[in-house]
Structures are given as structure tokens and as C-alpha cells.
């Protein structure tokens, strides 16, 4: 819910330029709207008996996470850390899913007194942990095992999470025999199946060949005796980062993959970016501007520890000045502060010369960007800040240089 009115850059009906005033920069700013309207998406695509559990770990601030509780969102989670936060913002327990290949003793005990739908269990140790841990309190823990379907989605090496020799979930072939495995374990209970190929995928034709995949297994496991309730697709539908791209829709993922299933399966999605990615920007100013070797930068306040998906991904982030102008565009790398080379938000883009002290907003960064980010050069965590209409509310404040001694037992 960008738009431009005039001269000036809205989120909302809030002028970007006011928020850099009131807040400071470099800022993260939310669309409530954007955000509801990215949840309802999907939730009205659910046609099926399921849950959206939506994929915290790609923004995990308390009042986005407190709005998708509100409407009804599960949430998907992959620490004890995002249990306990989604459990605080208020998501019904019988709603969270938790996925990770490295769960620890601790978190699965925590996981367990909290009740939670089910544990996406990635390796056969972490069942027998599990079903010591919930022996030992006394209750019995439900399972899907995450499976990995050895697809290989059109994405990035380092979110391809399906494909062969991942360290992601079950092999595809021992899948079967995992459940086999499951089905005589006293504190047991199985649930479902899961897998997560991947994330900023634009197309459903991996999704399909993966689910199509899954329900081989499930008919295999169920001529086993072993009942699966849920089918947990996971998320990656992707976003439209680059002008021109055009991501499937979550109607369209799951008028795909529903006809796959036998009619009484309940299903899980665990979208994450395609919930949060466009419903947030980063606002950043620029500090200097110089030429060096030729090349024209923009430095800005905002840098990889900001958001580091540019310099860890070579990922693309739409850049645009936040005053509309009629200066010429040069072309331009727009960097941070930061002592490391990777440290760019945006290269070779033909940007109109803004001024010093002028803001920049690096557009879609509303998922992996606050959650990624780091103190990294000791620079404080930034302020975030949510517009709903007209209004605009601090929903993080900007750390202090207090705060980086916070946790050091030497610092009194
Ligand atoms: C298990 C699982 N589910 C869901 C997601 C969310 O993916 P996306 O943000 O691409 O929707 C991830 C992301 O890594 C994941 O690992």
C-alpha cells in the first residue's frame, strides 16, 4: 500500500517523509492493511478444513505477530524462542507447528507443556527424543515427519530446501519405513506429513511434482495402517521483488495441490514471505553521496546488518527516493556504512540524484529483513513502525548504545 500522492511517498496514508521526521532513520515500516490483506489471501484460498500457519521466522515482531492471531493465523515455528513469542502474541497452541533439524532436549520439553499441534520431526534421533521426553511428562506428542521429496524448485541455492542431500527432513526413501518406525513408539502420536521445498518460488509446478510426491508416500504409509490427518505443504510462494515478476497465488497453489489429496485430508500451508514481504520497507537516508573509480554511490544509513539479504543472497530489493524529482538518473550503487564489501542494498541502479539527507526506501523488506538483522559493527537494532491508515505507531523502539552492553557481565 505504497502509492505516491503528489510529490511524496505514502505507506498508507502516512507520508514516509513524516515518519523519518517523527522516528529517525533507517526505520522499518509496516502496512497493517498490506499485511491483513497478504493473510486473507490465503485464508480465503483455504477451501479445505486447515490451518495457515504462518512461517514466523520471517518477522517475528510481537505486533505483527499479535495481528495474525487476531484473524486466526497458526503459526509455523522453528525455535523454542518463536513458540514462545507466538504463544505471548496470543496464537491458540493447537495451532503451531514446529519445524527445525535441530530441536533440543529443551525446546522439545517446551513445546510439549504448551501443547502444540505437532513437531515436523527431520530425523529419527529427534523421534526417539521426543518420545522419551513426552514418556517422561507423561503425555503423548503428535508427529508429522518432515519429508524431503528430492525436488529442486527454481530458486536460490540457499533457500532450496527440498532438494537431495539437503540437510532438510527425511530422505524421500526411507519416509515409509520412518513412519513404520513411528507407528511403535509408546508416546507417539502420528499425525501427519510435511515438506518444505523451498522459498521465493514464482511457479506451482514444483509444488505439485512435491506434493504429488508426498501423496505417493501417504498412500504407501497408510497401506501401513497409519492414519495421516494433516498434509502440511509448507510455504515459498515467492514475491514480486523485480518489476514484471508474477508469483503465483495462493488460489492457485492450492487449487493445484488440493485435487492431488484423498477428499478428507486437512491441510497446512506455512507461508512466510508471500504474508509479510511486501506489507514492509526499510526507510533509510542518505548520508553521503560520492564518485569513486568512475562509480556513483548513495551511502546510506541503512546497512547489511539492517538487512542482509542483498549482500547474503545477491538479493533484489526494488530502490526508489522517497521525494518524486525531476533530477536526472544516474546509475548508482546504494551502500552501507558497514566495513565489508558485501555491504550494498542495491547495485548499478539508475536512481535520480538525491539529495544529502534525503531518504531512499528500499521496498519489500517486511520478511527476513528486521528478523535477519544484527548488531553487527555494534550498531543498534532499528526502530519499527506500523501504519494502519492515517496513523503511525511505534511497534519497536530504536535500541540505545545501552543496549549493546545489555547481556555483557563485565560492562557495569
Ligand atoms: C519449514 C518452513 N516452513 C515455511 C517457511 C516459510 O517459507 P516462505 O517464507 O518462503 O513462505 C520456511 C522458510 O524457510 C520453512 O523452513
Do not use: W
Not at 504462518?54 to 525455535?79: E, Q, R, V
Not at 492431488?260 to 520497507?281: M, N, Q, V, W
Not at 526508489?320 to 547495485?347: H, L, N, Q, W, Y
Request: hydrophobic share 40%; aromatic share 8%.
Amino acid at each position: 500500500m505504497l502509492s505516491f500522492k503528489g510529490k511524496d511517498l505514502y505507506v498508507e496514508n502516512v507520508k514516509l517523509s513524516d515518519i523519518a521526521k517523527k522516528f529517525g532513520t533507517s526505520t522499518y515500516v509496516y502496512s497493517k492493511n498490506q499485511l491483513i490483506k497478504n493473510f486473507q489471501n490465503y485464508k480465503n484460498a483455504l477451501t479445505k478444513d486447515g490451518i495457515i500457519c504462518f512461517a514466523c521466522k520471517t518477522n517475528s515482531n510481537a505486533a505483527i505477530l499479535k495481528i495474525l492471531a487476531k484473524l486466526g493465523a497458526g503459526a509455523d515455528t522453528t525455535s523454542g524462542g518463536e513458540i514462545y513469542r507466538c504463544l505471548k502474541a496470543g496464537f491458540n497452541p493447537s495451532k503451531i507447528v514446529y519445524a527445525g533439524v535441530g530441536k533440543t532436549a529443551e525446546e522439545i520439553e517446551y513445546a510439549l507443556k504448551n501443547k502444540i499441534l505437532m513437531f515436523n520431526v527431520e530425523s529419527l534421533e529427534e523421534l526417539d527424543l521426543i518420545d522419551k521426553i513426552a514418556g517422561k511428562l507423561k503425555v503423548k506428542a503428535k508427529i508429522a515427519f518432515r519429508i524431503n521429496p528430492h525436488v529442486d524448485p527454481d530458486t536460490h541455492s540457499y533457500i532450496t530446501t527440498g532438494k537431495k542431500g539437503t540437510k532438510f527432513g527425511i530422505a524421500y526413501d526411507d519416509a515409509v519405513n520412518a513412519y513404520v518406525t513411528a507407528k511403535k513408539k509408546k508416546n507417539i502420536i502420528i499425525s501427519g506429513i510435511h515438506s518444505h521445498i523451498g522459498s521465493q518460488i514464482l511457479e506451482t509446478k514444483s509444488f505439485a511434482l512435491a506434493a504429488k510426491k508426498i501423496n505417493k508416500i501417504v498412500k504407501d504409509v497408510e497401506a501401513n495402517g497409519i492414519n495421516i490427518e494433516y498434509i502440511d505443504c509448507g510455504g515459498g510462494l515467492g514475491i514480486e521483488y523485480v518489476k514484471g515478476e508474477k508469483p503465483a497465488t495462493p488460489k492457485q497453489l492450492m487449487s493445484e495441490i488440493f485435487p492431488l489429496f484423498d477428499k478428507d485430508k486437512k491441510f497446512i500451508f506455512e507461508p512466510g514471505r508471500s504474508i509479510t514481504a511486501s506489507a514492509g520497507h526499510l526507510l533509510a537516508k542518505v548520508i553521503y553521496r560520492k564518485i569513486s573509480g568512475g562509480k556513483s554511490f548513495l551511502i546510506t544509513d541503512a546497512g547489511m546488518n539492517d538487512l542482509i539479504r542483498p549482500s547474503f543472497y545477491d538479493a533484489y530489493h526494488e530502490i526508489i527516493p522517497i521525494k518524486r524529482t525531476s533530477a536526472k538518473k544516474v546509475k548508482t550503487d546504494v551502500v552501507g556504512p558497514i566495513c565489508e564489501s558485501s555491504d550494498f542494498m542495491g547495485k548499478d541502479r539508475m536512481l535520480p540524484v538525491v539529495e544529502q539527507g534525503g531518504c531512499l526506501l528500499i521496498k519489500d523488506a517486511g520478511a527476513y529483513g528486521a528478523a535477519m538483522s544484527s548488531q553487527y559493527n555494534s550498531r543498534p537494532l532499528l526502530a519499527e513502525v506500523l501504519v494502519d491508515g492515517n496513523k503511525a505507531t511505534l511497534i519497536k523502539r530504536r535500541a540505545a548504545y545501552e543496549d549493546l552492553l545489555l547481556n555483557e557481565t563485565s560492562s557495569k
